[in-house]
């Protein structure tokens, strides 16, 4: 059942279009993502946590929503706005439309307006707070509510598992410290059979050093990283002990526990093709990505990190590796989830760089 409804940008533009999901009024940073496929993986990948996500590839909704796609089990994105939306899903794992999944989950969308200039206005100004509403308040009480609403900073909170859990292995016991983590990671080790124990973002140094870990993956999250300080610390404690990967939110944490810098970037990377430069071997992989912070360059000098890899759309940083303790991090996505699977090889890297340090420190004990 399609209404009329309105989204309203902090900078006085209005788009008027037709309602779907939940009919609630929503505000929340808009941001774009521009994957050809994989809505119902977007939707449901906490890092959109607070966000309202606007999808710049025009039909949406039309292969519906499956029960194996899903990143988490309920979806964080506080609103969903799309060219076109289909009602009637054709496909043969399609268990219901995208109209129903999200009024289920009481998130508003908004369909019918013109995406590509919403997308252009966010490219030229930068990401704004945006109001999705059915009233018709008068524009200036909504702006003022707008700009009274600040952005939340507790995302990684809300997306975090409250309590730890093992999903059982025979390989490599990996502590996965679950900032609002997408399956996709849990998914690739697991393919690898290793012993997973999910953690909380604040569970501390001293309880992850208890569980003896091989490794540590720091995940994906939402938010601004230095919103979770707790984490920062865990890290700067870990680091040279255990072995870390970092993805995303992840990586941005292992470089501000390191010393080096983060920043907002004007509208940031979020979609399925993103050529990222491997500065050690050369090669160039399409990546998945979905991020708004970035690592700042200059701000590695001194830390004992070294860049990696490099996004070649406007030479942002992508990768670290540390030059003297086992840890590297990716900015973009391995697990991809959706979008290209170029880079899933990380994971076995995670794992060799495990085996190689175990029998680094082997060595060192009997010589
Ligand atoms: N996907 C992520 O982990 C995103 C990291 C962080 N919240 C950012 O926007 O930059």
Do not use: W
């Not at 279009?17 to 993986?41: H, L, P």
């Not at 710049?56 to 994105?77: K, Q, S």
């Not at 208890?210 to 720091?218: E, T, V």
């Not at 160039?284 to 590695?300: D, E, F, I, P």
Request: with cysteine.
């Amino acid at each position: 059942m399609l209404f009329k409804r309105q989204l309203v940008l902090e900078d006085g533009t209005i788009f008027v279009g037709d309602g779907f999901g939940s009919d609630r009024s929503i505000s929340g940073e808009v941001v774009f993502n521009t994957s050809m496929t994989g809505y119902q993986e977007i939707i449901t990948d906490p890092s959109y946590c607070g966000q309202i996500v606007t999808l710049t590839y025009p039909l949406i909704g039309n292969y519906g929503v499956n029960r194996d796609d899903f990143e988490t089990v309920a979806p964080f994105i506080n609103g969903l706005i799309v060219r076109e939306m289909s009602e009637y899903p054709s496909n043969f794992r399609s268990d219901e439309n995208l109209d129903n999944f999200l009024r289920a989950h009481d998130i508003p969308g908004l369909s019918g307006i013109d995406t590509r200039k919403l997308t252009r206005i966010i490219r030229n100004y930068g990401t704004m707070k945006g109001y999705i509403t059915n009233s018709d308040q008068p524009l200036d009480s909504i702006l003022q509510k707008l700009k009274q609403t600040p952005l939340r900073n507790d995302q990684v909170k809300q997306t975090s598992t409250v309590k730890p859990y093992i999903v059982p292995g025979r390989g490599l016991r990996i502590v996965l410290v679950d900032f609002g983590m997408k399956h996709g990671i849990l998914r690739e080790l697991t393919k690898r059979n290793s012993h997973v124990t999910v953690v909380p973002y604040n569970y501390g140094a001293e309880n992850i050093l208890r569980l003896k870990p091989d490794g540590i993956m720091l995940t994906n999250g939402p938010g601004d990283p230095k919103d979770v300080p707790e984490a920062i610390e865990m890290i700067k404690e870990v680091i040279g002990t255990i072995p870390i990967f970092g993805i995303c939110l992840g990586h941005q944490l292992l470089a501000l526990a390191c010393g080096a810098e983060t920043e907002k970037l004007k509208f940031g990377h979020r979609g399925g093709n993103h050529p990222v430069k491997d500065l050690e071997n050369g090669k160039t992989y399409l990546t998945s990505q979905n991020h708004g912070y970035a690592v700042v360059k200059q701000s590695l000098a001194n830390t004992g990190l070294q860049l990696t890899q490099v996004a070649l759309n406007d030479q942002t940083v992508e990768g670290i590796r540390h030059l003297t303790y086992p840890a590297f991090s990716v900015q973009y996505h391995p697990e991809s989830s959706p979008g290209p699977e170029d880079t899933n090889y990380l994971f076995d890297d995670f794992l060799t760089m495990i085996k190689n340090y175990q029998k680094r420190s082997e060595e060192i004990i009997y010589a």
